[in-house]
């Protein structure tokens, strides 16, 4: 019996009872060890305090010995949180008694998650104000940031809870300290819509300040739609300056376009930045025009205010003022400009319009591509929609959309041109990777992004041109440069050991896009993918296919064909034979047909000889192969 699991089990349900029934026969060493023992990466006193059995936590703290500072992982609303203390779990989840029971046993107020948030910053998180209140007057920290340098009067904002942020106020909180990417508790209101907070800020000084895009509160206001906020902010000259007020009036209308889907609306917030400029004698005429581009339909801003009445007519030529004014506005290295970029493509894909879908998408990713840095989130959103919209063409060919529109063929050239980009991202993210230590690096966004190129070239030899053609060698070409950057995801899995892994993330909701595919693992194979290289476990491709379900034999014979060695051994010793025993249908492989003199070589030396006396008696340019036997 897992002793450690019922104690866990017995706190995490508060079953006090169960839990003195099992540890009052034991020895203190023996209920101090069980009571520190982390199950599921928590203690028993985490769990109790996260679950708010007060008596549970009172036992475990008085008679067993509980640490109260060892921390554990916790999960709040979906998310884990990593190295919480017990104090910051009881903080979160707002009970109140036991934050008091753990401040009397002295613990840490200003103990902080691996992500350096504080118990005041959980309690502000979720508006407990009492617990706010309380760990406020017994020593806690309001100015402690959490790694984003978000403090506990920024998450009060935005998440709009006007006692706590009067209260913070009154005990002093920085009210224009700035995060690190720049904004301040005044951008978290306007961002979230909290206009009587915005007001109580403003009353305590708080300055217009820009963040790191350059975005002042009142922006960001509008960008999110917040009108109230914006119409609030312009109407303060002292805060606002004309400029300002044109360009929030302007962005509001884009807004207006694509968030709120209000043309009328957004007219006329246009028409008052359109008056805003020509008033007074002195015009703010706007700057020259951005180059005019195929994605936005050669759209060119309007700069007369006769011309917007003409606009309401044309509800296709207002969306791209709004794409054209936003991009203006924000620059293309704010995450909005793409985001609606994309989201207009989108819905130009539902009415199934998929050509200007992939112009407008292939706009936002050459501008993802050229702002941010290798393997940013948002680049990897792009690529993950072009992966699952050629995944739906393709598999809906020539049906008919909810608008009555067929599904088009795919043009091979479209999908060869995200699939370069996406080349390119996998690229720099391995350069980016490799100049970080080993033990700090993180390939988890390598790996979604070689893992969606992946599909991406999977798609296109589903639809693979006849051997020969100028499209058919475009394709192995592009294949043959990812093989060659050797980029390695999760366990140091390659390209051609990812394709054939079970455990691997699918992308897409539809069946072509999915591994295993033996057009692509012989596509990678023909352009000089290794078949016998392994990862950090040992396994090579040959051995994900054994242990893959359901068993493809074709993907086996081809990796054996492309030169895979059927015996060699993984880290646990296991051959492509060993692990198929099992197999219903393993006689559809024959053995003998691939063992070559050289492998039988091989393992007799392996049998007799150690690694180290394969290092003394075979010679170097043979060691490698020797040892994979």
């Not at 509160?217 to 906020?229: E, F, Q, R, S």
């Not at 009328?264 to 015009?283: N, P, Q, S």
Request: aromatic share 8%; proline share 4%.
């Amino acid at each position: 019996m897992d002793f450690a699991l019922v104690v866990y089990n017995a706190a995490r349900e508060g079953s006090l009872h169960r839990l003195r029934r099992f540890l009052e026969r034991r020895e203190k060493h023996e209920v101090e060890q069980l009571v520190g023992a982390t199950t599921h990466g928590a203690t028993p006193l985490v769990m109790a305090c996260r679950n708010g059995h007060y008596d549970v936590a009172e036992y475990l703290i008085e008679k067993c010995g509980a640490d109260i500072e060892q921390p554990g992982s916790v999960v709040f609303e979906g998310e884990t949180i990593e190295g919480a203390p017990p104090l910051w779990c009881a903080a979160a989840a707002g009970h109140l008694s036991l934050v008091k029971l753990l401040v009397r046993r002295n613990a840490n107020v200003n103990s902080t998650t691996k992500t350096n948030s504080t118990p005041l910053r959980a309690a502000c998180f979720d508006g407990h104000y009492d617990i706010v209140k309380f760990l406020v007057h017994n020593g806690a920290d309001i100015e402690v940031a959490n790694r984003h340098g978000h403090t506990c009067l920024m998450i009060a904002c935005y998440r709009g809870h006007i006692r706590i942020a009067k209260f913070l106020l009154v005990w002093n909180a920085d009210v224009n300290r700035k995060s690190v990417r720049g904004n301040t508790a005044l951008h978290d209101c306007a961002e979230s819509g909290s206009l009587e907070i915005l007001k109580l800020l403003v009353e305590h000084g708080a300055r217009m300040d820009v963040d790191s895009y350059g975005m002042t509160p009142l922006l960001a206001a509008a960008v999110t739609g917040n009108t109230d906020i914006v119409e609030y902010l312009i109407g303060m000259p002292h805060l606002v300056r004309r400029k300002e007020r044109i360009d929030a009036l302007e962005l509001l209308g884009a807004t207006y376009v694509d968030k709120k889907r209000d043309m009328v609306g957004a007219l006329g917030f246009w028409k008052r930045a359109m008056d805003e400029r020509y008033r007074g004698g002195r015009i703010i005429s706007k700057p020259p025009p951005l180059p005019v581009v195929a994605a936005y339909d050669f759209a060119q801003e309007i700069s007369e205010p006769e011309e917007l009445d003409e606009l309401l007519a044309d509800p296709d030529e207002m969306r791209m003022q709004a794409l054209v004014i936003r991009e203006r506005i924000l620059g293309p290295a704010h995450p909005d400009t793409s985001y609606y970029i994309r989201y207009r493509g989108a819905v130009y894909a539902d009415a199934g319009k998929f050509d200007r879908c992939i112009q407008l998408w292939n706009y936002a990713l050459d501008m993802q591509q050229g702002m941010l840095e290798p393997l940013n989130p948002m680049t990897q959103s792009s690529f993950f929609s072009f992966a699952e919209l050629f995944s739906f063409m393709i598999g809906e060919q020539g049906r008919q959309t909810s608008r009555g529109r067929r599904v088009p063929p795919v043009d091979i050239e479209e999908i060869l041109k995200i699939f370069w980009k996406a080349i390119l991202e996998v690229r720099l993210g391995k350069q980016m990777l490799d100049k970080v230590p080993p033990k700090e690096r993180d390939v988890t966004s390598l790996n979604r992004v070689l893992v969606i190129t992946l599909h991406l070239a999977c798609l296109m030899t589903r639809v693979m041109p006849e051997q020969g053609t100028r499209e058919y060698d475009s394709i192995h070409k592009a294949i043959y440069e990812l093989v060659r950057i050797n980029a390695k995801g999760k366990e140091d899995r390659d390209a051609l050991q990812l394709i054939h892994s079970d455990d691997i993330a699918l992308v897409g909701r539809y069946p072509i896009c999915k591994f295993h595919s033996p057009h692509l693992t012989s596509a990678l194979l023909k352009v000089g993918a290794d078949a016998n290289s392994r990862d950090k476990n040992g396994n090579t491709a040959l051995h994900w296919v054994a242990t893959s379900h359901p068993w493809r034999p074709e993907l086996a014979v081809a990796l054996l064909e492309g030169g895979a060695h059927i015996d060699t051994t993984n880290g646990d010793n296991k051959t492509f034979e060993c692990l198929l025993r099992n197999r219903q249908k393993y006689y559809s492989i024959y053995p003998l047909r691939y063992l070559t003199l050289s492998c039988l070589a091989a393992r007799v030396i392996r049998r007799w000889c150690s690694d180290q006396h394969v290092d003394e008696v075979v010679p170097k340019h043979l060691r490698a192969f020797v040892k994979m036997h």
